[in-house]
């Protein structure tokens, strides 16, 4: 017995403290203060959800101004229309705070006002925009930071941008909040760079503003004649659309809510208007600076380093060449800060995904928590699926850009769609409506119409790539969805089919013995397949059982965000429920106990406590139920977490003997009964 028990323990004891290394020390779920540790402040939430919006000022104003082609003069108009937007679409999404409170992100959204079709369409559109958003932020940051190394350095962008990839998982492995924390200077490096470039840019030609004007007056009147009303339309619009990408991080904003410090609808309006503010500012800044300076395309530079280069590269202090050291500074945070806009992909891609399994349309395991308090499984298969678009793409920004620009003013879309839904539904009973009404709309017109414009313009430029993948993501989670609503049917139709339990109400139990053989049965809440359980166990084995313990554990899942109480409310629910077993199995005669935990990962926490069961009940045998099929298929230990399994792979290591009881489920309609022949451990 002590050397089976010993030789596992090494192991599992070097694997424990290379986890804690790694990913740190296991929360207190117990600790008061846990979702204030936790959670972060309306600046630290700016910090990590705000970067993605930033971070887009390297590609998206570009985008927008290169589209103009020699028609610069259309810069002022194209600044004002970008900064409006953001603050439209910010404004929107900041009503869209208030009315989820808990996290209004667009599946959220989608879901609930315009019903869960809607509502899975908005989450795999986000799923895949999240995905590229890691992958082609990552891109984008190593491909600014070689722009200032030699070509030779080329060979090695690839491999540095993998590696980013799992360095950044890791540290969301560990926690949101300690990832955002050690992000905080790079993000304060670019934002006071870019004050510096923008105001300091626009001060320099303040004397100039006359002839900019003249310059945009006669410009507007020559494209007029040229081109004439339409056709010169058309160019603004294609350009306002073609820099889309400046807006995709407004979202991140609501659905990040259940990350943020309480009150958390003020703190998430707060981190929203410090978003808008500095990416209007910032897009919008740099409209205008590209028109000032006349900054051109220059190979093998992005525009953003040609401006930084025109306006403090011939700086001198002395013999210090401190604009080179600027423009230095200035470019490396912008690359920076596109590795930190990954982070919003980490942060808000696995919360859509627990929230889209809590509704089975994913495996439920994308719902739980690690002993760290983050979503583990939606992170790791977050980080894996950007590597493979890396991989697929070899980095190209192009094509990158093009693929994930779509699907977010998809989501744009339906949230707009869905809040512009409720204010008319609303409008006799909320005297407010008149006021929301024509926000969301205007919103919901300007998404719309950037997204048509993005299609017809992007859809062969590698846009379709999109489609497909998401497209193929809503069919899988329609197959899932299916999968367990019939799975539920089945375990309906068992329960039916179980007789009502004979108890006596008057009936009083024997005092509990822990030296007398007692059958530990691991249930779930209170159910009639619970019961049931029990009762197969002193049929199977009559005469040998004097006592029972129940034993269940309250899992915690991405809803634990949703407010401070959640551990205490799973404690209570657990408690009752075992309270439920132990009242019926008195009824019955049978002397009974329970006993729980309160944790993140079922298999760890049951597991552990059937280990100090054993050690107090000397003649201990453990039960279990689990789901099986007649004809199991490759998909479901995927979509089963067949922990029954897993506890007993774990106990019969420690020498403690575990019987699992199955439940038999068929997938054809044959009469369903609960028990098989026991398998024993």
């Not at 850009?401 to 539904?425: C, K």
């Not at 490759?634 to 699992?660: C, K, M, S």
Request: glycine fraction near 8%; charged fraction near 15%; charge should be positive.
């Amino acid at each position: 017995m002590d050397n089976s028990v010993s030789e596992p323990r090494l192991p599992r004891l070097m694997r424990s403290r290379l986890k804690r290394v790694l990913f740190g020390a296991p929360r207190n779920l117990h600790d008061p203060s846990l979702g204030h540790k936790i959670s972060l402040i309306a600046f630290l939430a700016w910090v990590g959800l705000g970067a993605d919006g930033l971070s887009s000022s390297a590609y998206g104003p570009p985008e927008a101004f290169l589209a103009l082609g020699n028609h610069t003069y259309l810069a002022v108009m194209l600044a004002l229309a970008t900064a409006l937007t953001v603050f439209i679409i910010s404004y929107a999404y900041s009503r869209i705070i208030e009315h989820f409170p808990h996290g209004g992100g667009g599946y959220v959204v989608a879901t609930e006002l315009l019903g869960s079709s809607a509502g899975v369409v908005s989450g795999c559109a986000l799923l895949v925009d999240y995905i590229l958003t890691i992958t082609v932020s990552i891109a984008a940051g190593t491909e600014a930071i070689f722009s200032l190394a030699p070509l030779a350095w080329q060979p090695y962008k690839l491999p540095v941008e993998f590696v980013a990839i799992i360095f950044l998982t890791m540290m969301n492995l560990r926690g949101v909040k300690e990832s955002v924390s050690m992000l905080v200077p790079i993000f304060l490096t670019f934002v006071v760079t870019h004050i510096i470039l923008i105001f300091g840019g626009c001060f320099m030609h303040v004397t100039d503003l006359p002839a900019m004007a003249h310059d945009v007056h006669y410009g507007f009147r020559d494209g007029l004649t040229q081109m004439g009303k339409w056709g010169l339309f058309l160019l603004f619009l294609r350009a306002y659309s073609m820099g889309a990408g400046t807006y995709t991080g407004i979202e991140a904003v609501s659905n990040g809510l259940g990350i943020m410090r309480d009150p958390k609808v003020e703190t998430g309006k707060r981190t929203m208007t410090y978003m808008a503010v500095s990416l209007a500012v910032t897009a919008g800044g740099l409209l205008l600076c590209y028109m000032l300076f006349h900054v051109r395309a220059v190979e093998g530079q992005t525009l953003n380093a040609v401006l930084a280069n025109q306006f403090a590269g011939g700086f001198h202090i002395g013999s210090l060449p401190a604009g080179t050291w600027f423009v230095a500074v200035t470019i490396s945070s912008e690359a920076v800060l596109l590795m930190v806009a990954a982070q919003t992909g980490f942060i808000d891609g696995p919360r859509v995904m627990a929230n889209m399994a809590i509704d089975s349309w994913l495996p439920r395991r994308f719902a739980g928590l690690s002993d760290r308090l983050t979503m583990q499984n939606g992170v790791l298969l977050i980080g894996v699926a950007a590597g493979l678009a890396l991989a697929y793409t070899r980095g190209s920004i192009g094509i990158l850009v093009v693929m994930y620009s779509i699907n977010v003013f998809a989501t744009f879309s339906l949230s707009e769609m869905g809040m512009v839904r409720f204010w008319i539904r609303h409008r006799k009973t909320d005297p407010h409506w008149k006021k929301h009404l024509p926000v969301h709309a205007t919103g919901l017109v300007l998404c719309m119409s950037i997204l048509v414009v993005m299609l017809s313009e992007k859809l062969k430029e590698g846009g379709w790539i999109t489609l497909v993948v998401t497209m193929l993501c809503i069919s899988l989670c329609f197959i899932i969805r299916r999968h367990y609503r019939t799975i539920v049917e089945r375990v309906r139709e068992v329960e039916s089919s179980l007789e009502d339990i004979p108890a006596d109400a008057n009936q009083t139990a024997p005092e509990f013995d822990p030296k007398k053989p007692t059958a530990v049965i691991l249930v779930g809440g209170y159910a009639r397949l619970g019961i049931h359980c029990m009762l197969n166990v002193f049929r199977l084995f009559p005469q040998v059982f004097r006592n029972v313990i129940f034993v269940s554990v309250g899992v915690i899942n991405s809803e634990f965000f949703k407010g401070d109480n959640q551990v205490d409310g799973l404690e209570k629910k657990t408690k009752a429920s075992l309270t439920h077993y132990v009242e019926l199995a008195g009824r019955l005669g049978i002397p009974a106990r329970s006993a729980y935990r309160v944790g993140t990962d079922a298999v760890h926490e049951v597991s552990e406590l059937c280990l100090e069961l054993a050690h107090e009940n000397s003649h201990a045998v453990f039960f279990a139920g689990e789901l099986v099929f007649d004809e199991p298929r490759w998909y479901d230990r995927l979509l089963h977490n067949e922990t029954a399994y897993a506890i007993q792979r774990r106990l019969r290591f420690a020498g403690v003997p575990i019987v699992i009881l199955p439940v038999r489920l068929f997938r054809k309609r044959k009469s369903a009964r609960p028990l098989v022949t026991p398998r024993a451990g």
